[in-house]
């Protein structure tokens, strides 16, 4: 007995948590209470309460009672998967990746598992589409895409085909059009090459644009011929950029006035091209001094021109609004106009061939006093100065998509706006001077003849292009032109109907911006 109680001892010793322990237990083995245990892998142990999670105490040593996964013991229930301890997830699951590697469940053959339950695909009667399964149906073919389980062309249908983003249909086939190095003609497909096309004077030939008429010249807008500046009374020395009374008229010459005489009693507008009968009709001579100036009513005046063969040419005709009007000469009145190049000319109205939009019975006339365009009933006569040589005046815009448009003919590029308020005379030239648009910063007023190539004679109330400038009001703008008669006035356009007239300095218009260039 004495020896056993030595042994018992000896054992009590062993398994206790004293430092003398050969292994480091903090659980007396003798103890009825393990709460708090947790002695680590490979500690001595008695029960498995002594043992820390996941470990089991097996032949009096802690061990791992489930699956060890990089030296960690897992829990119950878990798998070692990659390099840890993972819980497998099939709950609400049919089938599928139990997310540590295995699956939750099969399907049968003819179903798919999809979102973790047995699908079975349905295509019935579709083309093309989702499956219901998470899967497609079929593939559309090229350039097709699919709507409603129907394949459809995605961008043009052509007969049997379907075209690329990059093709047309032309004549029943798909056709890539051509136009690599072209300026303008056909594109290959049916089309043309640019979007705007020849802009007359010039037509298109070998896919080149090429000029029929005096290209140097044609659209281009001739100078008022104001070359002193004024105030709001009298004429002053031109201010220097920035000073009051800056940006006027004679602050720019755009394409000076030049005329050259034929010797055969016609004359040549160098800016335009237009070819001009030096007298007015009825007048002869060198100085148009023979004879009568005729006085015709509207048609008639149409009809003394037609009917000419003045110089042996045939092809004379009364001008339009636009060509009579570049003829004035805002530098000067009674007359208005170059009396080198046509003398004799009465300081009187003039016909023109347009009609007035707003009355039928209304044509357009020009004033020889002033430069003054105004309309007059066409049973009523005034003078008449026949023109020969292509029709001048013919608009091209842009709309640069940065709130300006651009005059390709005339070269010059419009605010498209009209600016927000009225303005005295000094005041617009100011606003102008002064405008920032589209990161452009050589805005001014325009001139006379300038702002009247807006308007559009054909249309009243606005007279203007609202595909262009959808804001115009049908009212008065700004010139940059001082009224020759009178410095205390300058010259505006009316928008209601395309009137062209003066007013005083002092009054409040409205404003629309310039500059040149495209």
Not at 357 to 370: E, L, Q, S, T
Request: hydrophobic fraction near 30%.
């Amino acid at each position: 007995m004495a020896g056993l109680s030595a042994f018992m001892i000896f054992a009590a010793a062993f398994l206790s948590c004293s430092p003398d322990a050969v292994f480091d237990n903090p659980c007396d083995p003798a103890s009825t209470n393990f709460s708090g245990c947790s002695a680590p892998e490979g500690a001595v142990c008695y029960a498995d309460e002594q043992c820390a999670d996941n470990l089991i105490c097996a032949d009096n040593v802690c061990v791992c009672g489930n699956a060890k996964c990089s030296g960690q013991c897992c829990r119950n229930g878990e798998v070692c998967y990659g390099d840890s301890c993972c819980a497998s997830d099939c709950n609400g699951k049919e089938c599928g990746d139990d997310g540590c590697g295995g699956i939750c469940g099969s399907c049968g053959n003819k179903d798919v598992c999809f979102g973790g339950k047995c699908c079975a695909p349905d295509c019935n009667g579709k083309e093309c589409g989702d499956d219901g399964c998470g899967g497609d149906c079929w593939t559309c073919g090229a350039n097709q895409k699919c709507g409603d389980w129907k394949c459809a062309c995605a961008f043009v249908n052509c007969g049997v085909d379907c075209c690329s983003q990059d093709q047309v249909c032309s004549g029943g086939k798909c056709c890539t059009p051509d136009c690599d190095g072209k300026e303008c003609g056909g594109d290959g497909c049916g089309g043309i090459c640019e979007e705007i096309g020849c802009i007359f004077p010039f037509q298109c030939g070998a896919n080149e644009c090429f000029c029929n008429y005096p290209c140097d010249v044609a659209g281009k807008l001739p100078d008022t011929g104001q070359g002193k500046c004024y105030d709001n009374g009298k004429a002053i020395a031109c201010p220097a950029q920035g000073a009051a009374f800056s940006g006027q008229d004679a602050h720019y010459t755009t394409n000076k006035i030049s005329f050259k005489d034929n010797g055969n009693g016609t004359v040549t507008d160098n800016v335009t091209g237009l070819i001009w009968m030096k007298c007015p009709a009825g007048l002869t001579g060198t100085g148009c001094a023979t004879a009568i100036a005729l006085e015709r009513t509207w048609k008639g005046a149409i009809d003394e021109c037609a009917n000419s063969t003045f110089a042996g040419n045939s092809d004379w005709r009364l001008p339009s609004r636009w060509e009579i009007q570049r003829l004035a000469d805002y530098g000067s009145f009674s007359p208005a106009i170059n009396t080198g190049y046509f003398p004799n000319t009465p300081g009187n109205w003039f016909w023109s061939s347009s009609s007035y939009a707003p009355n039928a019975y209304g044509g357009w006339r020009v004033g020889f006093y002033d430069g003054d365009v105004g309309n007059y009933n066409k049973d009523d006569t005034c003078y008449v100065r026949c023109v020969r040589s292509g029709q001048y005046g013919t608009k091209s815009y842009k709309d640069n998509e940065n709130g300006t448009v651009t005059d390709i003919a005339a070269g010059l590029m419009w605010q498209k706006e009209t600016a927000s308020g009225d303005y005295k005379w000094e005041e617009a030239l100011e606003f102008c001077e002064d405008s920032v648009i589209a990161g452009f910063s050589d805005w001014r007023l325009p001139d006379i003849k300038e702002l009247s190539s807006l308007i559009d004679e054909t249309t009243s109330k606005p007279a203007i292009d609202l595909a262009y400038f959808p804001d115009t009001i049908s009212s008065w703008y700004w010139s940059s032109t001082t009224y020759s008669p009178n410095a205390a006035g300058a010259w505006f356009a009316h928008f209601f109907d395309g009137d062209l007239d003066n007013s005083n300095k002092d009054f409040s218009l409205y404003v629309r911006c310039v500059r040149s260039g495209q």
